[in-house]
């Protein structure tokens, strides 16, 4: 019923907006995340940095992104590290061929021979983050022996969002009121060695407030 009652109210936003308000959409000036320092602070370095070739940018419909393994000199700890910009994520011709929707990564993994093993919506307080008491969600995924700990969470306009749902409706809102539906997905990927949780635990928790400390330049808020 919930899903149900958002999808009518993101239409009708929608709907409202089209007729009522439309006008130019507002990009904010950001700089691009192919800028982002390869060099961190507390020994963290992106020692592999990544491309996706222009088939995957078009299928995920990102504008701009960061996609790197961080590793720390002195723990050799390591984190892969998913910061994807999306300038629009609404089609103003109404046309299909290239989505510029966020794609939800519990969506994404599977596909990609990752089991789902733990999936949980947690609350965040970090340095960093734009708000207090964020909430994000927390996964552990397994692929044959493998596993990782993966956080993520929709930094979009000033806001932490977990729930697809309210991403949506954040997005018709502020398209009506701010002229904005720029966003972003933001993830941190981090092995799980010898089924130590609470090692990648430390691993994610050292080197996520570095990373978001820099993101307001190229995730405006």
């Given at each position: 019923?919930?899903?149900l009652f958002v999808?009518?109210?993101f239409?009708?936003?929608n709907?409202?907006?089209y007729y009522?308000l439309?006008?130019?959409a ?11 320092p390869?060099e961190l ?5 992106c020692f592999?940095?990544?491309t996706m070739?222009e088939s995957a940018?078009?299928?995920l419909?990102v504008t701009?992104y960061l996609?790197?393994t ?7 700890e390591?984190?892969?590290v998913y910061v ?6 609404v089609?103003?011709d109404g046309g299909?061929e290239?989505?510029?929707s ?8 599977p ?6 093993i733990?999936?949980?919506t ?11 008491n964020?909430?994000?969600k ?7 022996n ?9 930094q979009?306009?000033g806001r932490?969002?977990s729930?697809?749902?309210?991403k ?5 809102w502020d398209r009506a009121?701010r002229?904005?539906?720029d966003?972003?997905?933001v993830?941190f990927?981090?092995?799980?060695s ?7 635990e430390a691993?994610f928790r050292s ?9 307001p330049?190229?995730?405006p808020?």
């Amino acid at each position: 019923m919930t899903k149900l009652f958002v999808a009518f109210a993101f239409l009708a936003l929608n709907f409202y907006t089209y007729y009522f308000l439309a006008s130019e959409a507002v990009v904010p000036p950001r700089t691009s995340l192919e800028h982002f320092p390869d060099e961190l602070e507390n020994g963290w370095s992106c020692f592999a940095p990544e491309t996706m070739d222009e088939s995957a940018t078009r299928e995920l419909g990102v504008t701009d992104y960061l996609l790197c393994t961080f590793r720390n000199a002195e723990s050799r700890e390591v984190a892969n590290v998913y910061v994807g910009y999306h300038a629009s994520q609404v089609r103003e011709d109404g046309g299909g061929e290239r989505e510029t929707s966020i794609h939800p990564p519990a969506h994404c993994l599977p596909g990609s021979g990752w089991d789902i093993i733990r999936f949980e919506t947690v609350p965040l307080d970090m340095p960093g983050l734009p708000q207090e008491n964020a909430w994000v969600k927390r996964l552990v995924i397994a692929k044959g022996n493998a596993r990782e700990l993966v956080y993520y969470w929709y930094q979009s306009r000033g806001r932490v969002i977990s729930r697809d749902w309210k991403k949506i409706l954040y997005v018709g809102w502020d398209r009506a009121v701010r002229h904005r539906t720029d966003g972003s997905l933001v993830r941190f990927s981090v092995p799980v060695s010898r089924g130590n949780g609470e090692q990648a635990e430390a691993t994610f928790r050292s080197l996520a407030p570095l990373i978001l400390a820099r993101l307001p330049a190229y995730v405006p808020e």
